[in-house]
């Protein structure tokens, strides 16, 4: 079944993709009876202060099925994109 109703995805915090930074972290939403999510915790830091942030800004914004007050606990991850190289002519 499918909990959220409404989901917003973090933006990549820009300094952690000008130098590269990638991150895995593990997060809970708490939500309140009419879906609204109320808290955001980190469980596990995705290792930079930026991402978790965005992740708690996204998160909070999200919508779920209205019912019981619940806890969802959610990993995101942050994969830096590749590097180009640009070759003078």
Wanted: net charge positive; aromatic share 8%; no cysteine.
């Amino acid at each position: 079944m499918k909990i959220f109703t409404r989901i917003v995805l973090p933006e990549y915090p820009y300094d952690a993709r000008k130098y590269g930074r990638s991150g895995r972290g593990v997060y809970r939403a708490e939500v309140n009876e009419g879906g609204r999510v109320t808290r955001v915790i980190v469980i596990k830091s995705a290792g930079d202060r930026s991402m978790d942030d965005a992740v708690v800004r996204a998160a909070q914004n999200w919508q779920a099925r209205p019912g019981k007050r619940m806890e969802v606990d959610f990993p995101l991850v942050f994969t830096a994109p590749p590097m180009t190289v640009h070759t003078r002519r």
